[in-house]
């Protein structure tokens, strides 16, 4: 099995490396890697985020008092409290902590204790090697957070020890039900640390993974334009070179980096499961963040439940391609399909700690006002916490923590929202909670009680397909400071959203999942993207026979990043299903005046149009779509053969609802009102709906009243009869 009873002592000194010491203190002799369901309660659960810290002791009980009394069952600590914990190298003050624990007893709640390794203290960064050095060899310097390399071993020898003390005082306390490991890992761009620490240990890896240097050289084609290593003592990551970077090796440099912040999660899990076995331990990932790889990440280091913070009104400024218009519809209420992507991403992430598709998961923090990093802070529309909060709900999330309990007067996020203004009064998002405490969350809570179905459509994400399209993008300028392409003009999470948002607007059951999980039982399977098809999935694909849609660049790449023989897609199972060739690749602007044809409609597209040719050798397979671009009118712009499909350009999500419309019928997919999967049932911009257990609900993302979907044999659970209004939610129970 992965994970069994091990010595963590000899995990951990493996992470370290020889070059390192580290006594490990007396702890269980028998204890558990593998994640647990029995660690983290069931149901739907309330937490806010709260820092005695930053408030006067004499505020301390009143605010814990109130935090109860508001409904609230958890409360997250101590996450950025190092210098607090340990003021003095070896020197150790628990007073704070203990206090905390001791008023959270009292009042009934339980806490979800972070480990503060991501703000390390100044007299560690004055004394140890622990510095993060950025893409422009720019070391950056104590004063904010996150400053440290995922690769020091100065820095994975302190962080242990600080979650060591940690989990050896707190393993058995009543008053903890979790941890949080760090906070918000590779948040600010620091999972790419180009430090020599990293530098060594990316030699390690490579001689790991090729074996000989010889060999890096072959893999990585460097004979093109003789750039061959000596050895791999003279490896360098990829950047400040003067012209664009070798591929395959940028995708190691991504992939070593994405292993770095596991390695570094795991020792610590591996700590707190020694002191700590019976609670439960998360990570607060984030929004629609890529740099390091989160399936293998909840696989690896066995999490118990995945939680990441949502910050809805960010998600508008992640697509350069949104009009006006749309930006204007959702600067308030954020994009109506961006988070309950994520909800499926993380959904299927914690189910990749339990070898299944799907696994226990929430929010660690949500907004409940302002935010202080966009570029245009406004307020959320009213009703929009409460139906962030019941979205989550709704597509089976457990926990929704709010950041924060009352908003700091002071530092750097003194204009970042809380649930209190800085002077103790109420602000609108406490309203609206305890608006849904008092009104919704009772009713949810006695009618959720089945389990949620697997639902009808796969949709699959991959992180090493991010890093592909963003290493080779097909467009933008090269710029040497960013080890990267700047302007790129398509960007892997534009289709992903695409086609997501195509599903949603068709009311229909979505599990998002890696690449590596199964694809069994599930009717339709769709994959945005795919240009290095993993073995798992070619193999998954092999067996699998239902309808299935591809976007375009996939199977494009073999695994050392080169064209793949024969033009794509290469070797594998949708070579085999479907009979098409890629022979050219352009990167069009709007103005190209390029589209397709599709049931008699034109559709506009830009960015990626692909020369497909719907045969092979000697098969063919069937055009569904039609170019109208005026320099290749008529020509195929989409393949198909025995309901597996293949689309060679950028879709808008128009046309993906009409094609994915009659696919999903084709499979005979229903949607979440009853009726068979139709272009014709297309919600439209701002209507979504969700299933959990025997319970349907409809969100109005507008701020304008839609009219309610007709569910037959069921009950109305919260919400009113009659139109639904703007940011408004109904629930109905099946019978």
Known sequence: MRCQSIVAAVLIQKALGESTSFNVLPRAQNFTLAPSTNRWPSGLHLAVDYYPSQWPESAWETDISQIRDNNFSFVRVNEFDWSILEPVEGQYNFTLLDRTLELFSKYGLKAIIGTPTAAPPNWLTEKYDVDFVDRTNTTLIFGSRRHYSFSSFDYRNLSQKITMKLAERYGNHPAVIGWQLDNEFGCHDTVRSYDHNAIRRFRSW?????????????????????????????VQPPFLEIYTNNELHTLDWYTFSSDMVIEFAKEQTSIIRQYAPTHAITHNFMMGFTDFDHYKFAYEVGIDLATFDQYALAGPSQFQWLSDQELFDTLRTGLPDFQALNHGLYRGIAGAAYNKTSGPWGVMEMEPGVLNWNNYRVSPWTGMVKLWTLEVFASSGDLVNYFRWRQVPYAQ??????????????????????????????????????????????FVFDYASVWTWAIEPYSGNWNVKQAGYANIVVYYWDLVYIFYSALRRLGLSIDVIGPSQSLKNYKMVVVPSLPIIPETFDAALASYSGAVVFGPHTGSKDANFATVTGLNPGAGALNDRLPIRVTRVETPPSFAGSGVVYGGTNYSIDGREEWIECKRANQTSNTTVHYTSPHRPGKPAACEKDNAHYLAFKPSVDMLVAYLGDVASKANITDLTGKLASKDNDLGSNLRLLRRGDVVWAFNYGTSPVKAPVLRDADLLIGEDGDIPGAGVVAWKLQ
Do not use: C, M
């Open 206 to 234: 490579l001689k790991g993974k090729y074996g000989t240097i010889q060999n890096l050289n072959a893999a990585q084609g460097r004979v093109f334009w003789s750039s061959q290593y000596e050895s791999f003592e003279t």
């Open 413 to 458: 996020e003194q204009t970042l929202s809380g649930l209190h203004l800085s002077d103790y009064t109420a602000d609108e998002g406490l309203d609206e909670v305890q608006e849904l405490v008092q009104k919704q969350l009772p009713k949810l809570r006695d009618a959720l009680t089945k389990a949620e179905p697997q639902a009808d459509v796969a």
